[in-house]
């Protein structure tokens, strides 16, 4: 009865993730039709047309980017082992990393008047990683501080290397509710949802952070959550950096 009951919940999960999951890519392919009918019609002023079609094509990279996290857990979930012997990875620099996933959430940041802000753009930071899959972690944070941060604030990203163990430490901090720190763990697990996150955005996966941790163990790093005066701070740990 216990298995039966526990499988049964197991499914209900499934089904509500992926029927979640479902409902993120398509309402902003939604709002990608929507655009285009707009332009077609000539419902846009020719000095917008540009910028529209920038947004859209975003948008279209945000859906391809969540579709990459449902892939990626169907993978490592099936054999992580195999999963790490295959993405060892390369040489990766990380400005370039951030600065291609900052670019997918400009349009959205700017509507809630945000900015996500690269302390040190020039500081040539290298670690071995797949390049797509670090990237997933950033678009991934930054989803989430877009979503939860207050209105005209800025995500604000730092790195620097450790002397001690030569790892490369990235903080990515935006100003919302600090979480308890009971949850600060619990955050990174499939599913977990706070109330925030309820209360705002009721169609959130619930995976986007879970992601974030299993892309980093395949390589050996880690990423942590604090609340401090200001705001919520991720911190990622990646070892053997260099510059």
């Known amino acids: 009865m216990a298995e039966d009951k526990a499988y049964q919940e197991e499914q209900v999960f499934s089904l509500t993730l992926m029927s979640n999951f479902v409902h993120q890519v398509v309402n902003p392919l939604n709002g990608v039709c929507g655009t285009l009918d707009n332009i077609v019609q000539g419902d846009v002023p020719q000095g917008s047309i540009k910028q529209r079609i920038n947004a859209s094509r975003s948008q279209i990279e945000y ?7 449902l892939a990626f857990l169907a993978e490592y979930s099936r054999d992580p082992v195999l999963y790490r012997e295959r993405h060892v990875g390369k040489i990766t620099v990380i400005p370039q990393i951030l600065i291609q996933a900052a670019q997918f959430f400009q349009e959205t940041a700017r509507k809630k008047n945000m900015k996500i802000h690269l302390v040190d753009r020039e500081t040539q930071y290298k670690v071995m990683a797949e390049p797509a899959l670090l990237r997933q972690v950033f678009i991934n944070l930054f989803d989430n501080g877009v979503k939860y941060a207050h209105h005209s604030s800025d995500i604000i990203v730092r790195c620097h290397i450790q002397k001690k163990s030569n790892d490369l430490l990235i903080e990515v901090i935006n100003q919302s509710e600090g979480l308890p720190k009971e949850l600060w763990d619990k955050i990174f697990e499939l599913g977990f949802r706070g109330e925030n996150a309820q209360r705002l955005v009721a169609s959130g996966t619930g995976l986007g952070l879970y992601i974030c941790r299993l892309i980093l163990r395949v390589y050996n790093g880690s990423i942590t959550y604090a609340a401090t005066g ?14």
């Open 63 to 69: 859906c391809i980017e969540l579709i990459r996290n």
């Open 230 to 243: 200001a705001g919520s701070v991720f911190t990622i740990r990646l070892p053997g950096a260099s510059i």
